[in-house]
Nanobody
Framework: QVQLVESGGGLVQAGGSLRLSCEASGRTVSNYAVGWFRHTPGKEREFVSAISRSGSITYYTDSVKGRFTCSRDNAKNTVDLQMTNLRPNDTAIYYC????????????????WGQGTQVTVSS
């Protein structure tokens, strides 16, 4: 199985940028599609972005299109989420997740999850 560890979260002012990284170990990340999800207390887990095994296909939720970019470096076993023009409602815990089966926007399609990294955007 694959283990995932997120990093790069923090506190940033609205309009700022952060780059989240998801590092995989145990298995090569090239065997997995990777998704990013976020969760805020009191709300359901929300899909943010997903990237196929090769990186040729990416998906984004509408609210982050044009602001977030998901990329991967299979040689380094990492998947990144570049977030720009951040807004207060982007505040959440961000998780990366891996799926052997499909590049999906549905969290139940993902088997392996990281522990999450907090992103806080102040107004």
């Amino acid at each position: 199985q694959v283990q995932l560890v997120e990093s790069g979260g923090g506190l940033v002012q609205a309009g700022g940028s952060l780059r989240l990284s998801c590092e995989a170990s145990g298995r090569t990340v090239s065997n997995y599609a990777v998704g990013w999800f976020r969760h805020t207390p009191g709300k359901e887990r929300e899909f943010v972005s997903a990237i196929s095994r090769s990186g040729s296909i990416t998906y984004y939720t509408d609210s982050v299109k044009g602001r977030f970019t998901c990329s991967r470096d299979n040689a380094k076993n990492t998947v990144d989420l570049q977030m720009t023009n951040l807004r207060p409602n982007d505040t959440a815990i961000y998780y990366c997740a891996a799926s052997r089966d499909r590049t999906s926007t549905y969290y139940k399609d993902y088997t392996y999850w990281g522990q999450g990294t907090q992103v806080t955007v102040s107004s």
